[in-house]
């Protein structure tokens, strides 16, 4: 099978941090750029971040920039995003998806999508 398979979602105060990961089984990442994104309820699709295929360029959402980092591990199969001063407005169900460029904070071209993983923030 191939698929993209998020997890390090939960329930987090504000102020807190959490790193998500996303790890592909069935192909390899390293070919691939690897952008997240994020939902909330009643809310559009947004693009928080994405990351080149190399882990060398890498995009943020300006709403994430400064507290969201996102990097990769090819060796691991895995990308990860970092999740720093939460608030609120974090509060979303946060996706992976495999790619073949960034655009801004999205990934584009995309052959997988991650199922997702719930990141609540509240105290």
């Not at 592909?24 to 693009?47: C, H, M, N």
Request: hydrophobic fraction near 30%.
């Amino acid at each position: 099978q191939l698929q993209l398979v998020e997890s390090g979602g939960g329930l987090v105060q504000p102020g807190g941090s959490l790193r998500l990961s996303c790890a592909a089984s069935g192909f390899t990442l390293d070919r691939y750029v690897i952008g997240w994104f994020r939902q909330a309820p009643g809310k559009e699709r947004e693009g928080v971040s994405c990351i080149s295929s190399s882990g060398g360029s890498t995009k943020y959402g300006d709403s994430v920039k400064g507290r969201f980092t996102i990097s990769r591990d090819n060796a691991k199969n895995t990308v990860y995003l970092q999740m720093n001063a939460l608030n609120p407005e974090d509060t979303a169900t946060y996706y992976c998806a495999a790619g073949h460029y960034c655009l801004g904070s999205r990934s584009g071209g995309i052959n997988y999508w991650g199922k997702g993983t719930l990141v609540t923030v509240s105290s």
